[in-house]
């Protein structure tokens, strides 16, 4: 071979080494210019991280501040709203008080126009027709007859006891032993003609027991009987919401005599009438 074909392979060679020399010198410079900037580019980053978390901080401050001062305010309201509040309670308590004792008042003072002799002044135990079997008698349940003690009485104390004493009051039925049978219908029906002849003789408080067990035994004219003795003062101190609601229950069966009284009083009467459905509820 000639020294030419070698000078060139050389020359080749030795161009390849300079040219990555200087490829490498650009590309450590470059490194390092970009290191230079990575390092000031984090430097500012750092600060401006450091300067935003510090004015967090202080802006959680100021807000902490701000809604401690709010939750102080709040329990200062709560305690005054809960002062008029119970300001307002007893002044309402007051106001129902004085309500009450003027309504009362009212109700007591209140001239009636009703003649209550003249509106039972006809026999109201009579039932005209044929019906008089299914009219003056219903048959109740056990669980009818003892709802009274099982209902929720939401009226007057004195009311519930009345009641109550007339419950109690109620005689028990007699069987017939020889055979162990017992009509509560015929037993009811005597028990209405005892209390009725009781009642016509002046004898008011024993005839009120027997009505009362009738009325249980479902006769219900001595529904209305009842009814009628607490309008007249028969026996029992005279309470006429407690004698409508007695009227209403021996309507609502269908007795005709209590229909026509509490329709009567449904228009010379309505307030009547609300006490007297509210007491019905207790009967």
Not at 98 to 108: A, E, G, K, L, P
Not at 256 to 262: C, E, L
Request: charged share 20%; net charge negative.
């Amino acid at each position: 071979m000639s020294s030419d074909n070698f000078k060139a392979p050389s020359q080749i060679f030795r161009w390849f080494e300079k040219m990555k020399s200087n490829y490498e010198q650009t590309i450590n410079h470059v490194l390092n210019q970009f290191e230079r900037q990575h390092e000031k580019q984090q430097a500012r980053v750092d600060l401006a991280n450091t300067q935003y978390i510090s004015s967090l901080k202080s802006s959680q401050a100021e807000q902490t501040a701000m809604h401690q001062q709010t939750i102080a305010q709040l329990h200062q309201d709560i305690s005054y709203f809960k002062q008029q509040i119970s300001q307002q309670q007893s002044t309402i308590e007051q106001l129902n008080a004085r309500y009450d004792t003027v309504m009362s008042s009212f109700i007591q003072q209140k001239p009636r126009d009703i003649d209550i002799k003249a509106i039972f002044a006809d026999d109201d135990l009579a039932v005209n027709g044929s019906n008089t079997a299914s009219v003056g008698y219903s048959q109740i349940s056990d669980e009818e007859t003892n709802s009274a003690t099982t209902q929720p009485f939401e009226v007057g104390t004195q009311d519930h006891i009345q009641v109550q004493e007339l419950i109690n009051a109620s005689p028990e039925p007699q069987r017939n032993l020889a055979n162990d049978t017992f009509d509560e219908k015929e037993y009811a029906e005597s028990l209405f003609e005892q209390a009725k002849v009781l009642r016509e003789s002046g004898e008011f408080e024993q005839a009120i027991p027997l009505f009362k067990k009738a009325a249980s035994l479902g006769c219900l004219k001595s529904r209305g009987a009842i009814g009628r003795a607490f309008f007249l003062a028969e026996g029992v101190e005279e309470n006429p919401a407690l004698g409508l609601a007695w009227l209403m229950t021996a309507a609502d069966a269908g007795l005709p005599q209590a229909v026509a009284r509490v329709e009567h009083f449904q228009e010379a009467d309505p307030t009547l009438i609300l006490t007297a459905t509210q007491l019905k509820q207790a009967l």
